[in-house]
């Protein structure tokens, strides 16, 4: 069972940036590839980023690709979401997640609590 925690949310106005991060204990993390997502009140769940389990592909939404940066450092059981030249429309809760046979979008196992971003106009 892998336990995901993720942090770094907050409160930015847009252009700016922020950096996520997504803590695993409990689990083969440093085995699987992990994916970060986000959802807004209302709607489903959103593909942010993917990265396999030894950070060599990275796989992004058209929406961030460009923007955001998804890598990983396995000896501290910890992946990233880099986000710049953020926009208000990337307002949402980011979660991170991760799983024993995840395609790229799919496959997805384990999830965090999420983390809050706002972005301001």
């Known amino acids: 069972q892998v336990q995901l925690v993720e942090s770094g949310g907050g409160l930015v106005q847009a252009g700016g940036s922020l950096r996520l991060s997504c803590a695993a204990s409990g689990g083969t993390f440093s085995s699987s590839a992990m994916g970060w997502f986000r959802q807004v009140p209302g709607k489903e769940r959103e593909f942010v980023a993917h990265?396999?389990?030894?950070?060599?592909?990275?796989y992004y939404a058209d929406s961030v690709k460009g923007r955001f940066t998804i890598s990983r450092d396995n000896a501290k059981n910890t992946g990233y979401l880099q986000m710049d030249i953020l926009k208000p429309e990337d307002t949402a809760v980011y979660y991170c997640?991760?799983?024993?046979?995840?395609?790229?979008?799919?496959?997805?196992?384990?999830w965090g609590q999420g983390t809050q971003v706002t972005v301001s106009a």
């Open positions: 997640a991760t799983g024993r046979k995840v395609v790229v979008k799919e496959g997805y196992d384990y």
């Open positions: 990265i396999s389990w030894n950070g060599g592909h990275t």
